[in-house]
């Protein structure tokens, strides 16, 4: 199991950013929930967004909704996270994380919850 996360880098404030989750070694892709978490130092990790992969459901964190949309891709096993509007408190270490389950909108967002993790990719967000 390996996911792979892609598309970081450093954007003025009010720039754009789409990153990209790649998953392997999954069987059942649709039977997975994908998550995406971001860390700056000396903070606790951070639930961004979520998706349910078969049912599409999603949830988001207060601090990105209306800014940040998370998908899907239907022709392989990929998650993206558009982020629109960036800000400097953007600025963060951000990784995926998959299981085989279904996440709801109490719980998505706890880490200890999650067992398979990406290496992260860094955004950085200047002013």
């Known amino acids: 199991v390996q996911l792979v996360e892609s598309g970081g880098g450093l954007v003025q404030a009010g720039g754009s950013l789409r990153l990209s989750c790649a998953v392997s070694?999954?069987?059942?892709?649709?039977?997975?929930?994908i998550t995406w978490f971001r860390q700056t130092p000396g903070k606790e990790r951070e639930g961004v967004s979520c998706?349910?992969?078969?049912?599409?459901?999603?949830y988001y964190a207060d601090s990105v909704k209306g800014r940040f949309t998370i998908s899907r891709d239907y022709n392989k096993p990929m998650v993206y996270l558009q982020m629109n509007n960036l800000k400097p408190e953007d600025t963060a270490l951000y990784y995926c994380?998959?299981?085989?389950?279904?996440?709801?909108?109490?719980?998505?967002?706890?880490?200890?919850?999650?067992?398979?993790w990406g290496q992260g990719t860094q955004v950085t967000v200047s002013s």
């Open positions: 994380a998959g299981d085989r389950r279904y996440r709801d909108e109490t719980t998505w967002w706890l880490v200890s919850d999650y067992r398979h």
């Open positions: 998706i349910n992969i078969s049912e599409r459901s999603t």
């Open positions: 070694g999954f069987t059942f892709f649709d039977d997975y929930s």
